[in-house]
């Protein structure tokens, strides 16, 4: 991604990062010994995959979800998951949000849901886990940067959420906010403006009625860290990451296009759709290959995050050189 405010321990935009350097960073020193450790389980086996690492509360009535994953898609381990991402709320830095989000109160938490619908109101983040039966999908996330992983989310479908307050038939996109709270979520104090706030995100409707796009409460069968978005992120696994937005505070229903932030901050890199595309390069690096955290080896990008069969019928005709 773009970073204004430089500190030595940045990784360039353009460098792919190695495990080696990643595992080295400072915030994952302390628990070196644990990823050194830390299994990369296959996907075939379910009791694997309900093995929680037992880091926070674990979910309860979990039903399996989608899971169509190739042989080479083992889990990324959970060392990785929560230790190297991207959340400029907390910090540039790849590993500043495991190291900074625990200020982050998720409780109580509401999401406010306007605009273009007959049903708007304010929700309870305990009722929308109510109301909403949790799924473990599997799913794998390109970031635009080139490294990629596979994770075990717990969450629902967007659209069944989204449809709950009847949007109306003007509503042609749908735009998400991430919470402005600057004494937990540090970066935001920062006197250099990192990035705008809040934190904005979009999709078309016909995108977020998709059944892959995702909103998440879990992660490895347990409530979500707050550093991967809690306690209510979106995963929309056949677009780079930057769609997944974290920390949402509110979601309305619109007939514009929103102005998501990356696109805001630089349009020439980051486009409104952002779909994963080996056939199309960011203006400085490939996105042909991808480097799976955990891996050694370079392998291709698949079209669509390998979602082709899925999603590709939403971009029919679509010129996507024009619309990345
Ligand atoms: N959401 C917010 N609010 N702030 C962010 O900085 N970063 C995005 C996305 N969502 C970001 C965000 C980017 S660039 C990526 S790659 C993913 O979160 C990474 O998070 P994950 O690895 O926990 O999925």
């Known amino acids: 991604m773009l970073i204004r405010l430089a500190k030595r321990s940045d990784v360039k935009s353009s460098e792919i990062t190695p495990k080696a350097l990643y595992l080295n960073r400072r915030s994952l020193i302390a628990g070196a010994g644990a990823i050194a450790g830390a299994t990369v389980f296959g996907c075939d086996s379910k009791a694997e995959l309900n093995k929680g690492p037992g880091k926070t509360t674990k979910l309860e009535n979990v ?6 994953v190739g042989e080479k898609d083992a889990l990324t381990a959970y060392e990785a998951v929560t ?3 991207n959340f400029y709320e ?7 949000p495991a190291q900074e989000a625990h200020r982050l109160k998720t409780r109580p938490w509401t999401v406010k849901v306007d605009g273009l619908c007959n049903k708007p109101g ?11 039966p949790l799924e473990e999908r599997i799913l794998r996330h390109r970031c635009v940067e080139g490294w990629s992983m596979v ?15 009847e949007p109306q038939g003007s509503a042609k996109f749908v735009q998400f906010e991430t919470l402005v709270r600057p004494e937990e979520m540090i970066a935001q104090k920062s006197r250099f403006e990192i990035l705008p706030w809040p934190y ?11 059944p892959l796009a995702t909103l998440v409460v879990g992660l490895y069968g347990e409530v979500l860290p707050n550093q991967n978005g809690a306690p209510l992120r979106l995963e929309v696994p056949w677009k780079y990451g930057f769609k997944s937005i974290k920390s949402i505070v509110r979601v309305s229903f619109v007939e514009k296009e ?3 932030t990356w696109k805001a901050m630089q349009s020439s890199e980051y486009g409104f759709y952002a779909n994963v595309n080996p056939n199309v390069d960011h203006p400085r690096w490939s996105q042909a290959t991808e480097r799976r955290i955990g891996d050694v080896a370079r392998r291709k990008t698949l079209m669509f995050n390998g979602y082709e069969e899925e999603v590709a019928s939403l971009y029919a005709g679509m010129d996507l050189k024009k619309y990345y």
């Open 63 to 68: 039903k399996e979800g989608y899971r169509k």
């Open 83 to 85: 230790g190297y991402n």
């Open 90 to 96: 907390f910090g540039t830095d790849k590993g500043d």
């Open 122 to 132: 304010t929700v309870d983040i305990d009722d929308i886990l109510k109301s909403n």
């Open 151 to 165: 994770m075990p989310w717990v969450g629902f479908s967007l659209g069944d959420f989204l449809n709950s307050f």
């Open 200 to 210: 904005v995100e979009g999709l078309r409707m016909d995108e977020a009625m998709n």
């Open 258 to 260: 929103p102005r998501n």
